[in-house]
């Protein structure tokens, strides 16, 4: 009978010990994130998916459509195209598409743009219900990210090019420019020959 209450006593004490270990912690400050509702800053080191990478003050990219991104993919996850506005020396991109289930985030596409125009982003909440979802538009997503910057998108931006007219004076100065065309060199002048003295008759002769 002792040992019954004993039991019952060592129970109660138990659930009181751990009761009370339940609420110092209930009541102490937090030091966990409440995701989604707070979220941590991220690393300027992570790796996200790539993106293009945009001029803030411009709303430009700053693509030159050399593919040489495409070229270093080891997954073949890029495909990009370029187009030239009328008028227009260089061309300008307009399609820049994403396979990010293939994406082993490598960088060597980051590294190989001689114009810096990728980077990493800072994405990481991504979740879909398809592997199409992964599919990303890089072109539209510069856009979406411009807009939420407060910056007007200037990708993709096929506005014929006016030509130039020219400047009053320019042919002037053009002419300017260019080096002068040397004289032909004038062949050296041979020594004229003195006319031959009549030679003095010797006496005796
Ligand atoms: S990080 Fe690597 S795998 Fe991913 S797109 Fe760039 S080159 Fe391809
Ligand atoms: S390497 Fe850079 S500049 Fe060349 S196509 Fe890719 S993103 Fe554009």
Redesign the pocket.
Same mark, same amino acid.
């Given at each position: 009978m002792i040992n019954y209450f004993k039991e019952i006593f060592a129970g109660l004490w138990s659930l009181l010990v751990g009761m009370r270990l339940t609420l110092g912690y209930a009541f102490a400050p937090t030091v966990t994130a409440h995701y989604p509702y707070e979220t941590l800053p991220i690393s300027p080191n992570f790796r996200g998916h790539i993106d293009?990478v945009i001029n803030p003050k411009t709303g430009k990219d700053? @693509?030159?459509?050399?593919?040489? @991104?495409?070229r270093?993919c080891p997954s073949g996850c890029?495909e990009?195209e370029g187009e030239k506005p009328e008028g227009a020396k260089k061309k300008v991109?307009t399609e820049?598409r994403l396979d990010f289930t293939k994406c082993s985030l490598c960088a060597n @596409?980051v590294e190989? @743009?001689?114009?810096s125009?990728?980077e990493f982003s800072q994405e990481y909440q991504l979740a879909g219900l398809s592997r199409h979802e992964f599919h990303l538009d890089l072109v539209q997503r510069f856009r979406d990210r411009c807009r939420e910057m407060g910056v007007e998108p200037k990708i993709a931006d096929l506005t014929p090019v006016p030509a130039k007219e020219p400047v009053a004076g320019d042919e002037g100065e053009a002419g300017a420019k260019k080096p002068a065309k040397k004289a032909p060199k004038e062949a050296p002048a041979k020594a004229e020959k003195a006319p031959e003295q009549p030679e003095e008759p010797t006496a005796g002769s």
């Open positions: 293009l700053a @693509c030159i459509t050399c593919m040489m @991104c495409a270093a890029i990009l991109l820049y @596409c190989a @743009c001689p114009t125009a990728l």
